[in-house]
């Protein structure tokens, strides 16, 4: 049920917020959904408690959030826009909040803080389509949505890169920075030296955040 009131809330602002086609908005939906599909496969598999909670909840909003910015990338691009930033704006200020409610409700686990991650991790690489579709700055913006499926992919080939790491709180500042720089590529009249300072700033953020997990992974690979 919440599944499908958050493919309402897709649908309301790919067609009502970002002014894509209905036909367009309903393939953005069709996104959520088919993401929807797949993290209740996982939470099947994987949620050790009897309780949905309103943790999950709130990622699962996010989530939403996070597939709706789809639609502009749809659309062409107009230019950075406040619609996107204001999108982007709340589905960054939802995070934390799952979290903390899993932890007030004793409803922690594993599954939780993966869709936590993997939510972010989405959310980043579509802010920074976003941003190059709008033409607001190079390509090489979309370096800074990659980092985490690179990570992943190499994991594929270098086993050890796959193994559970501990919780830093030093990663999720990297994340937020990162988001955070890519949220503002979509504010209009940001000045170009601004933009390419985020971007730097957000890039030597996730290089350090991702090269200490990497050397801790590597020094225990055996």
């Known amino acids: 049920g919440a599944a499908l009131l958050g493919g309402g809330v897709v649908y309301a602002l790919s067609s009502g917020v970002f002014g894509i086609s209905p036909p367009r908005a309903a393939v953005v939906t069709g996104f ?10 996982f939470m099947r598999a994987s949620y050790p408690h009897s309780a949905i909670g309103l943790c999950n909840l709130v990622t699962l909003v996010r989530l939403a959030l996070t597939i709706a910015l789809v639609a502009p990338i ?34 922690s686990s594993a599954f939780g803080a993966r869709f936590d991650m993997e939510v972010d991790s989405g ?36 086993p050890w890169l796959a193994r559970p790491l501990p919780n830093r709180f030093g990663r999720k500042v990297a ?26 700033a957000a890039a030597v953020g996730l290089g350090v955040s991702f090269g200490r997990d990497v050397r801790w992974l590597h020094r225990r690979r055996a």
């Open 32 to 41: 959520y959904i088919g993401a929807c599909g797949a993290v209740a496969g």
């Open 74 to 107: 749809l659309g062409g691009g107009s230019g950075p826009g406040w619609g996107v930033f204001t999108v982007a704006v709340l589905a960054l200020a939802l995070d934390g909040l799952d979290g903390w409610l899993a932890r007030r409700q004793h409803l």
């Open 123 to 158: 959310l980043s690489l579509i802010l920074a389509l976003n941003a190059f579709v709008a033409g607001s700055i190079g390509p090489l913006v979309l370096l800074l949505g990659l980092p985490r499926y690179a990570f992943a992919v190499a994991g594929l080939f270098l």
């Open 175 to 200: 994340c937020v920075l990162q988001i955070g720089a890519l949220i503002a590529l979509q504010a209009p009249g940001l000045p170009s030296g601004l933009t390419g300072l985020a971007c730097v």
